[in-house]
């Protein structure tokens, strides 16, 4: 931890640091709270292939959507790329994982106009993700014998059922898109009534907006990412809800499984 402040300390010129707090970790970089103030997200040494030109990529995603979308993203305050360093302004707010929202139809209209400003930008400011739905399904069956010993007999038959059955149709549009858009990734106020930001855009890849969709049926529920998709008719496919399904339960089955890796129940208890 104290390289880790050293090199903060140095990025911000200086800046007295207080508390250097832990918030949690993703599945490439660890994320600490800096004095209530700013968050700082470090790649893992071990997952930087590309470390320095993901970092260099968040930034100008943040700024292209600080741009265009009606709920806050966090503002980047400095990036040292080499160090796998990036420091974001905090956003006010609790994430929908920690804190579920009781109503989660009153976040539709502000999903829906968010995804809608989003999807409006050049698809090829993001990097490309055509990872074949059959490739999804492949995946999701090695985690299910991963995780198989933590489920009863009733929830095997369920994810058996699921993956000996095909995939949708592959998808005919490419957007912009967040591409991770899950409860720990949504903040909002008290309330839960009102969204206060969209957090952590290393995953931002111009694919299938369906995967957007869903997260947002898996942590909120069928029926209003189903309003959700309703709300950006003329922007996605027909096919777009059949593979929000099929994308949901496979991000399902993902989220048990890093929760079990990670020790968050979190992720494991909403799973």
């Known amino acids: 931890m104290d390289g880790l402040t050293g090199a903060v300390r140095r990025l911000l010129g200086g800046y007295e640091i207080g508390a250097l707090t832990p918030l949690g970790a993703g599945t490439d970089h660890d994320a600490y709270d800096l004095d209530g103030v700013f968050v700082v997200r470090r790649r893992r040494p071990e997952e930087d292939d590309d470390g320095p030109a993901a970092v260099e990529r968040e930034v100008r995603v943040l700024e292209a959507v600080a741009r265009v979308s009606p709920i806050p993203v966090p ?20 994430s929908l994982l920690a804190e579920p929202c009781p109503d989660p139809d009153r976040l539709v209209e502000q999903l829906a106009g968010f995804l809608a400003a989003v999807y409006a930008l050049p698809a090829d400011l993001v990097e490309p993700d055509d990872h074949p739905l059959s490739g999804y399904l492949a995946e999701a069956a090695e985690t299910a014998a991963r995780i198989a010993p933590v489920l009863d007999a009733g929830q095997r038959a369920l994810v058996a059922e699921f993956l000996a059955t095909a995939p949708p149709p592959e998808p005919a549009i490419r957007l912009f898109c967040h591409a991770d858009l899950g409860a720990e990734h949504l903040l909002a106020e008290p309330t839960r009534t009102r969204l206060t930001g969209v957090l952590d855009w290393s995953d931002a890849a111009g694919t299938d907006p369906a995967r957007d969709l869903g997260r947002l049926y898996r942590d909120l529920g069928p029926g209003p990412a189903a309003r959700v998709h309703d709300a950006l008719t003329g922007l996605l496919d027909d096919g777009a809800l059949s593979r929000a399904a099929f994308h949901a339960r496979c991000a399902l089955l993902e989220d048990l499984a890093f929760g079990l890796d990670e020790g968050d129940r979190r992720y494991a208890d909403a799973a």
């Open 75 to 94: 503002t980047v305050v400095a990036a040292a790329p080499e160090q796998g360093l990036l420091v974001l302004r905090r956003l006010p707010g609790t």
